[in-house]
């Protein structure tokens, strides 16, 4: 896996060996996710959280781009460990929360300004979880949140709903908070 984009552009990450249940966006989908991000997000002056992280490649776009105020969640406690190692060792801003990302949702008591989550495509409330996070208050008054999905859900039925854009077998839903 590399990183795409900003000051450690090219930069291959050795992901951990083994069987680790995770999915990784393509590198194709993740570069068209960032060049409509990098049009649309002040990365030096905004915060992100990335639900679901996996092997966390999303907030090492972020942090390469100059995102100062990074959230990590996963379940996977090697994958959160990887986190917490990796960011220190790349010296970039990193919460890595270890646990179930609906409980930490229900009780986050701040707001992000832009929030990425790939959750399971099997996952039982994938289809309300648009709303879960737009009606939560986690998403900032002028943020945005893109939600990676299987082609076969489709979300511009929900409130907050603008735009879809596919890539491959992954569709990439992005919503405003507030509407």
Not at 28 to 42: K, M, P, T
Not at 84 to 92: C, L, T
């Amino acid at each position: 896996m590399r990183i795409i984009g900003g000051k450690w552009k090219g930069r291959r990450l050795q992901m951990p060996s083994g069987q680790w249940p995770v999915r990784p966006t393509t590198d194709f989908a993740r570069e068209a996710l960032f060049n409509v991000l990098d049009n649309r997000f002040e990365y030096e002056a905004s915060s992100g959280l990335d639900l679901f992280g996996g092997t966390g490649v999303h907030c090492f776009e972020l942090a390469s781009r100059g995102c100062r105020d990074i959230t990590y969640v996963d379940r996977n406690r090697k994958s959160v460990a990887f986190m917490k190692r990796m960011a220190e060792e790349m010296e970039f801003p990193l919460t890595a929360v270890s646990g179930d990302v609906l409980k930490f949702i229900k009780k986050a008591d701040r707001q992000w300004d832009y929030i990425f989550a790939d959750p399971p495509y099997d996952m039982e409330v994938v289809t309300e979880f648009p709303a879960i996070v737009l009606e939560s208050g986690i998403l900032a008054p002028d943020g945005f949140f893109v939600l990676e999905h299987a082609i076969r859900h489709s979300f511009s039925h929900v409130s907050g709903f603008f735009e879809s854009r596919k890539y491959g077998q992954s569709v990439f839903s992005f919503f405003v908070a507030g509407s």
